[in-house]
């Protein structure tokens, strides 16, 4: 029988410290199988968000649910949380720490050995499975924490910059296993300022500013409306050659290519003439708006 799996609703969080408003009315969810990228300014409220859905921190107002029920600490239990500040032992050595924290969720000793010594091993850390936390490294701190918020099987992922401080080849084995997690119904929440990476990993972003929920869909619904870049390659054109062109916003110029902004509906051909009026022109490409142009658009470049 097919069952509903749960999603996970966060709905009207706000938070203020003092006279800090941390989190303004911030709603969204995170379908089963979805991953969902959180991306913000420093201090826009994305951990404080993340530690209302966790218990961590009491909101002011609103509610988070879990397959339709407000979140409960046995709930809690099944989530898997990636904190912003670590909290793992400095002394415990990592094969002793994984299977502790999966004991702790009511693993059986030898379950609890099985998963902690496969996440060791996915996560590149079979070297050092005897090695205290605290002699390893920050990026292998890293790897630890992660196994440490999947090594019990969580039915919800909540990662606070998974990424950070990870070298590519452990961001890629990370893509992998959300990839996968998302695949395997979990709902995946995960925070990070790799706008490219979000782009590439997520199905749907909410981009938050000042605690509230500024913009919130997949990539391609953010870029509705939000018009065409236009790459011209004209090495001898000077800077300003596109000033004034109606619906055109530059947005950078480097080494003679020109990235430009046309607004939805506006004409390309007078920006191709205003290019071959400069000397040759050896390219004219249109492309989609990346995330991060996107997200300068929302969150404008001073946030
Ligand atoms: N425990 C606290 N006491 C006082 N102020 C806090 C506390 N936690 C967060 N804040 C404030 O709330 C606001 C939101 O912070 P939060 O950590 O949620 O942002 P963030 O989006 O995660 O930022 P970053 O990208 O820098 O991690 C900030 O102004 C922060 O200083």
Redesign the pocket.
């Known amino acids: 029988m097919e069952t509903t799996r749960p999603a996970l609703e966060v709905d009207g969080i706000a ?1 203020r ?2 006279d ?4 303004d009315g911030v709603g969204f969810t995170v379908g089963p199988g979805e991953l969902f990228g959180f991306v ?12 209302v859905v966790l218990g961590v ?1 009491e909101p002011d107002a609103g509610a988070v649910r879990w397959a339709g029920a407000p979140v409960d600490r046995a709930a809690r239990r099944r989530f898997g949380y990636l904190p ?1 500040e670590r909290g793992l032992y400095p002394r415990m050595r990592v094969l002793d720490h994984l299977v502790y924290l999966a004991e702790l969720h009511g693993f059986t000793t030898n379950d609890a050995h099985r998963d902690a010594e496969r996440w060791i091993t996915r996560l590149g850390l079979r070297g050092y499975r005897e090695t205290e936390v605290q002699r390893l490294s920050l990026g292998n701190q890293q790897r630890v924490q992660l196994a440490a918020a999947l090594v019990h099987d969580p039915v919800l992922l909540v990662l ?2 998974p990424f950070s401080g990870l070298d590519p080849q452990a961001v890629d084995v990370l893509s992998e296993v959300l990839r996968e997690r998302a695949a395997a119904g979990v709902p995946v929440l995960f ?1 990070s ?1 790799q706008l490219d990476l979000v782009e590439r990993l997520c199905d749907r972003v909410g981009i ?1 500013r000042a ?1 509230r929920l500024a913009a919130c869909g997949t990539v391609a619904e953010l870029r509705a409306g939000s018009g065409s870049t236009l790459v011209v390659d004209a090495p001898a054109a000077r800077p300003g050659w596109a000033d004034g062109l109606p619906g055109v916003t530059v947005l950078g110029v480097r080494g003679g290519r020109t990235r430009l902004r046309l607004a939805d509906g506006a004409d390309d051909q007078p920006v191709l003439a205003a290019a071959l009026a400069t000397g040759p022109v050896r390219g004219f490409t249109h492309q989609d708006p990346t995330l991060a142009e996107l997200y300068r658009d929302v969150v404008g470049t001073t946030s």
């Open positions: 938070k410290y003092g800090v408003v941390a989190c913000g300014g420093n201090g826009a409220g994305k951990t404080t968000t993340m530690r921190v912003e606070d910059e925070s300022h938050i605690g």
